[in-house]
């Protein structure tokens, strides 16, 4: 099974919309990272979160990081046509010398209707 | 300057061709990525360096050779490659291992 699984594979909102996406692990997070991705480019960092219970909030956009540190939601409220791209969880699941090796769940790909 | 350049952003080439890729940052952070990312799935992890030197390598086959001369640039040097190679090659630099990583846009690789 995935290290990271992200849910769900693929959202369509209306405009205005609120939504959220879940991002759940099998191991403990030593930090969780939220990136934005448009087809054939690079990511666009979002956000990190590293500590349980932690809450990050970006715009309309916002993070957090369950106190197991195991879980994580991104939530956008009041959706825009430019949220539109597919969102990647990146975890750190090693630490330790392994900093830096991050996995990527398989990604949402969220679509807004104008 | 707060972004990550990969140069070329696009490159096709034969099987028995020797190309590199580029990758610069001016950041001034001393963790430098190399992810390989395939149609419709997320990016994986090539190589890490740290200080300019390989911490992780996550068992790339020999004909992917990477090098990184100094702080602010990292390569990525191929040779033999394969058409299941083809792929967007995705360069990352982070202040340290543990801080949070920023992309490069990629080079989009097409071996024939």
């Known amino acids: 099974s995935q290290e990271l699984e992200q849910s769900p594979q693929s959202l369509i909102v209306q405009e205005g919309k609120n939504l959220t996406i879940n991002c759940t692990s099998s191991?403990?997070?030593?930090?969780l990272y939220w990136y934005k991705q448009k087809y054939g480019e690079g990511l666009i960092f979002l956000m990190m979160?590293?500590?349980?219970?932690e809450e990050k909030s970006h715009e309309k956009i916002t993070a957090k990081l369950d106190e197991k540190k195991q879980q994580s939601s991104l939530h956008i409220t009041a959706s825009q046509p430019s949220h539109a791209g597919i969102y990647l969880c990146?975890?750190?699941?090693?630490?330790?010398?392994?900093?830096?090796?991050?996995?990527f769940g398989q990604g949402t790909i969220l679509t807004v209707h104008p | 300057d707060t972004e990550v350049t990969q140069t070329p952003k696009h490159l096709v080439m034969g099987m028995t061709n020797k190309k590199s890729l580029k990758c610069e940052q001016h950041m001034g952070h001393r963790a430098m990525y190399w992810y390989k990312q395939k149609a419709k799935k997320p990016p994986e992890l090539m190589f890490v360096?740290?200080?300019?030197?390989?911490?992780i390598n996550e068992s790339v086959p020999s004909r992917f050779s990477p090098e990184c001369p100094n702080s602010s640039l990292l390569n990525l040097h191929l040779h033999a490659l394969q058409p299941e190679d083809s792929a967007l090659y995705l360069c990352?630099?982070?202040?340290?291992?543990?801080?949070?990583?920023?992309f490069g846009p990629g080079t989009r690789l097409t071996v024939l």
């Open positions: 360096y740290s200080y300019e030197k390989l911490s």
């Open positions: 990352a630099s982070s202040a340290r291992s543990y801080n949070e990583q920023f």
């Open positions: 191991k403990t997070l030593y930090g």
């Open positions: 979160l590293q500590k349980g219970g």
């Open positions: 990146g975890a750190d699941t090693a630490g330790g010398t392994s900093y830096g090796k991050l996995t």
